[in-house]
């Protein structure tokens, strides 16, 4: 392979590779896994149903709960995490049971801590237009500069038609005036 060809393909790789890393970094980054406890959804809602959860915080943004469970038998409470993948769904699945939980015990009612979802600023936002913005822009220049576009090479040269240099009756190369083609010009002799 000779050096340019080496170039052009480390040129390729730079400019796929960077863009590929940073969704792979994001990705990484921003991915929540598998939800780890081993809970099913319909265990929560079982939990609701049998009058066992006596607290619970859920995060709308995210989904994140925490259950304080009371188990019959022991009077032991655990908390327990769980995941919601809807948070309207959980709300109708389980309204009717903390009401039915509230109406049994009217001194101890069930404690809910709902947890806004985190606003993002108007900057953060904007974040990914600005990227892919300046993406195009970069891709724009690359691709200027392969073709040699752009007036990379012919700054200030203007391509003049031999003919609109000649006066009637001289012939190209006969040492022109170009005044005079400024007069004809004007005059509307020669058509631009």
């Avoid at 939800?35 to 607290?55: C, I, R, W």
């Amino acid at each position: 392979m000779n050096s340019n060809n080496k170039k052009i393909i480390r040129n390729l790789l730079i400019y796929l590779g960077i863009p590929i890393l940073l969704v792979v970094l994001l990705l990484l980054l921003f991915d929540r896994g598998a939800d780890q406890t081993g809970l099913k959804y319909s265990d929560v809602l079982s939990y609701f149903e049998d009058g066992k959860v006596s607290a619970y915080s859920l995060n709308l943004g995210t989904g994140e709960m925490k259950l304080t469970v009371t188990e019959d038998s022991s009077k032991k409470e655990s908390v327990v995490r769980y995941t919601v993948p809807n948070v309207n769904l959980f709300y109708n699945d389980v309204s009717d049971y903390i009401k039915s939980y509230n109406e049994e015990h009217p001194n101890n009612r069930m404690t809910q801590d709902v947890i806004r979802p985190a606003e993002t600023s108007w900057l953060v936002s904007l974040i990914p237009t600005l990227l892919m913005i300046a993406l195009l822009v970069a891709f724009w220049v690359f691709m200027m500069k392969r073709m040699g576009g752009g007036g990379a090479g012919n700054e200030g040269q203007i391509d003049v038609h031999p003919g609109l240099l000649q006066s009637p009756g001289h012939r190209h190369g006969d040492g022109v005036d170009t005044g005079n083609v400024a007069q004809r010009l004007e005059g509307g002799d020669l058509q631009p």
